[in-house]
């Protein structure tokens, strides 16, 4: 029997250069959309108007040197008429580069909204697994670096990178054509040698570039993780701790910063090089051919300015080159999260949950992780509706992985899971998902208002409603008595609430979503008594006439319940109410027994703290 994590979702291979630009072809010729592909069309034609002119310029510029050389007499009239001309045709490549570009802008930005939602929405669709193992720093400078990728990648790659290369096919058709093979020859060997040792230098230095990208994003990791736990990091006094963390990954990222720009100095100069010794010979050989009476003045301008006009964009091929390869790996490390198999999917024809009544039914449910560890194993329950069943046990006994179960952030390895009696697994997650609502232990709040983060559980629903969620969750006069109400901005994770506050905002927000079956997950196990049991009634408010399951370990918060189910090693070894489980003088009785006793010891302490600090009283007044 293979384990789940065996099974878990990989990428599904390796990805490369050409299968990364595959991927982005959709973005950039979409389907069904109209619009986008008339810009693309217009701007192709607008970049072919602009390169064509662009080439005919120094022809222009050739034919008045030659005019103005060749007959003083017509200096005012024909010279005057082709540098109109060749000022026009300037101006004309330009503003059709502009058009160009203004009207591929919307194509561009089509491209990285879709691609960045697409990756956003479908990670929100990966498993829990997933998210248990990511770095959201990381995580989120893949998608930012990505979506970057391809703004760069469409701008340059297609506007300038194979544009260039057209436009050096035509000069040396042009060299060819106006002078000799040579020229033709000697032009495309210099450009050739240039972009060879350009890509070849580049290559070798890109692996200085990807040392700095993972150091940038396990730096920018490391800072996230460490403000977010901010309070742990003061717990402990750990801050040079924290910061000789951090200043390690920036060390790695300087070491890899300075050796990548010791290599761009040499890749300069072999550009230099090249460049210098290519235009020296075609200006020799076009001297000679003026020389000799076989080329013009004019002729000799024209070499130098296409020479000129093709090595200025060629400057930038390094830079262009290094970015397309980088853009394509940040492309390929947003697209890889893309391919990432969800895991947990619907079935293709896989109908709505209709809900009857809300029951709840564990079948001989089994689930691991790894084949040799069962986290439960064959547990069997029902929930009827309306009724209130409590999970208890120790700790690790498999309680809170019921409720991701049910969730179905994991799906089940043996037995089955229904809900008025449809598996979980035949119907969408969506409408399953719709049906539950859970107030976590650990109740993690937006960084926003406490409007939004009631109105989390129903978007749409109105101020009203909001205020009616919080009064049955009993937070409302709190909310209220604060300077700012429902705006008050509750900070990261809500560490500026209070666990109790929180707590009621989770069930406030449970409530306005209004689901049919609730899972209470040791909704109050972090909680002072008092607290807890404020908490507890308004639980109990929330599940009337609803299906509630209770995870819970203190086993004084569920003696109410329906029923109790007692797990051991995720097997369920007794069932019952409180009162018959205390009858059976087993695992429950046992648990029962321990954690009263933990009471009264709790108790006996805080009389003699009590009596201490009354006799100290005295004391301290005389």
């Known amino acids: 029997m293979r384990s789940l994590a065996a099974d878990a979702p990989k990428n599904k291979g390796p990805r490369n250069d050409l299968r990364t630009l595959k991927t982005l072809m959709p973005y950039l010729w979409p389907k069904n959309a109209l619009e986008m592909r008339t810009r693309v069309i217009i701007a192709v034609l607008f970049l072919s108007l602009a390169k064509g002119i662009n080439v005919g310029v120094p022809v222009l510029y050739k034919m008045a040197v030659d005019a103005i050389s060749d007959n003083a007499a017509s200096i005012v009239i024909v010279p005057v008429g082709i540098l109109v001309a060749y000022g026009l045709a300037r101006v004309m490549a330009l503003a059709f580069g502009e058009f160009r570009d203004a009207i591929f802008a919307k194509v561009a930005q089509r491209a990285i909204r879709e691609a960045g939602l697409k990756t956003f929405r479908h990670l929100h669709k990966l498993a829990l697994r997933f998210h248990l193992d990511r770095q959201t720093g990381g995580l989120s400078r893949a998608v930012e670096r990505g979506t970057k990728g391809i703004d760069f990648l469409l701008n340059f790659m297609l506007f300038n990178v194979l544009p260039t290369l057209l436009e050096i096919l035509l000069v040396c058709a042009i060299m060819w054509g106006l002078f000799n093979f040579w020229f033709a020859l000697v032009t495309f060997i210099t450009v050739s040698t240039y972009i060879y040792w350009t ?25 996230i993780d460490s403000l977010l736990n901010y309070e742990t990091v003061k717990y402990f006094g750990n801050e040079e701790h924290e910061s000789r963390r951090f200043d390690q990954a920036l060390r790695s990222y300087e070491t890899a910063a300075v ?7 040499l890749l300069n100069v072999g550009q230099g090089a090249v460049i210098s010794a290519g235009m020296t010979i075609l200006m020799i050989m076009a001297g000679f051919g003026v020389q000799d009476g076989t080329m013009t003045l004019g002729d000799f301008v024209l070499v130098n300015s296409y020479l000129i006009q093709l090595f200025l964009p060629l400057n930038f091929l390094g830079f262009v080159y290094r970015e397309i390869k980088q853009s394509l790996t940040d492309m390929d490390e947003m697209f890889g999260l893309l391919e990432r198999e969800t895991e947990i999917d619907d079935k293709s024809d896989a109908p709505e949950l209709s809900i009857t009544g809300g029951e709840v039914i564990f079948e001989n449910v089994s689930f691991y ?4 560890r069962l986290i439960l194993n064959d547990v069997s329950l029902a929930v009827k509706p309306g009724q209130t069943v409590a999970i208890v046990g120790p700790s690790g006994a498999g309680k809170s992985t019921i409720s991701r179960l049910l969730y179905r952030f994991y799906d089940v390895t043996g037995g089955r899971i229904l809900i008025d009696g449809q598996d979980i697994r035949d119907v969408t997650q969506d409408s399953v998902r719709s049906a539950i609502g859970i107030v976590p232990q650990d109740t993690v709040l937006f960084n926003d208002t406490i409007y939004y983060n009631i109105a989390y559980g129903r978007p749409t629903a109105s101020p009203s409603e909001i205020e009616d969620a919080a009064r049955l969750a009993s937070i409302h006069d709190f909310v209220s008595d604060l300077p700012e109400g429902y705006n008050t901005r509750v900070g990261e994770r809500g560490l500026k609430l209070s666990g109790g506050e929180k707590q009621r905002v989770a069930i406030a927000r449970t409530i306005l979503k209004g689901p049919e079956i609730l899972i209470f997950d040791e909704a109050t196990s972090a909680l002072d008594t008092h607290t807890e049991k404020e908490i507890q009634r308004s639980l109990r408010d929330v599940a009337e006439e609803r299906t509630a399951l209770v995870i819970a370990h203190r086993l004084s918060t569920v003696i109410d319940a329906d029923k109790i189910i007692v797990l051991e090693n995720g097997s369920v070894v007794e069932r019952g109410t409180h009162a018959e489980l205390l009858a059976q003088k087993g695992t429950y009785e046992a648990m029962w027994a321990r954690q009263q006793e933990a009471e009264k010891a709790k108790e006996i302490l805080a009389r003699n703290l009590d009596k201490a600090e009354q006799v100290s009283k005295p004391e301290a007044a005389e």
């Open 199 to 223: 890509v070849a230098v580049t290559d070798w230095r890109l692996k200085y570039r990807r040392t700095m990208n993972k150091m940038d994003g396990e730096a920018n990791t490391k800072a």
């Open 259 to 265: 050796k990548s720009k010791v290599s761009l100095s």
């Open 369 to 372: 992780y790894e084949a040799k």
